[in-house]
T-cell receptor, first 114, second 111 residues
């Protein structure tokens, strides 16, 4: 069965610093990979997705993620964090064919300090 | 108007009561989903529907039921609410190979 691990429950960074959120997945074939962001009191918003092709994916709000098959990872990065990026981030993996089963990680809560 | 609208946003109900959470979408997507979010557990799938005549159980369907009234409407019912169903509930939609579009959620408290 597919699974997603986000090893960091909580991360604190200074505004303007770079950010990397880790995501590891377990699946036999190449999955479809997603990153979502959830602001307090809101639903999840899709930041970016990887289906195939270029392993470096650009998303909204200045985020990018890199798929590394050898490491089964799909880490999310941003070169310079803004205070408005404080939120919870979820990595997700999907298997295509028939039902698009999506498994979500348990989330990483990002705190941004001035 | 939001692409995916959930009502109510907040609800407090008593143990044993029946409650319905509603979801409507303007995305034109065929696929709709109900998820439950608990702190530290991520999102768990309750039910999903690929079209009006297709309803499927997810990982945690016990104690829940759904109705797909139209392509744009998908409601979730708790027939007899219990306290451990206290959670944040999300409706989502998707196309076959896309990411999800989520509603803003319904915060349900069962007392």
């Amino acid at each position: 069965a597919q699974s997603v691990t986000q090893p960091d429950i909580h991360i604190t960074v200074s505004e303007g610093a770079s950010l990397e959120l880790r995501c590891n997945y377990s699946y036999g074939a190449t999955p479809y990979l997603f990153w979502y962001v959830q602001s307090p009191g809101q639903g999840l918003q899709l930041l970016l997705k990887y289906f195939s092709g270029d392993t470096l994916v650009q998303g909204i709000k200045g985020f990018e993620a890199e798929f590394k098959r050898s490491q089964s990872s799909f880490n999310l990065r941003k070169p310079s964090v803004h205070w408005s990026d404080a939120a919870e981030y979820f990595c997700a993996v999907s298997v295509l064919g028939g039902y698009q089963k999506v498994t979500f990680g348990t989330g990483t809560k990002l705190q941004v300090i001035p | 108007d939001a692409d995916v609208t959930q009502t109510p946003r907040n609800r407090i109900t008593k143990t044993g009561k029946r409650i319905m959470l509603e979801c409507s979408q303007t995305k034109g997507h065929d696929r709709m989903y109900w998820y439950r979010q608990d702190p530290g557990l991520g999102l768990q799938l309750i039910y999903y529907s690929f079209d009006v005549k297709d309803i499927n159980k997810g990982e945690i369907s016990d104690g829940y039921s759904v109705s797909r009234q139209a392509q744009a409407k998908f409601s979730l019912s708790l027939e007899s609410a219990i306290p451990n169903q206290t959670a944040l509930y999300f409706c989502a939609t998707s196309q076959a190979e896309g990411g999800y579009t989520f509603g803003s959620g319904t915060r349900l408290t069962v007392v």
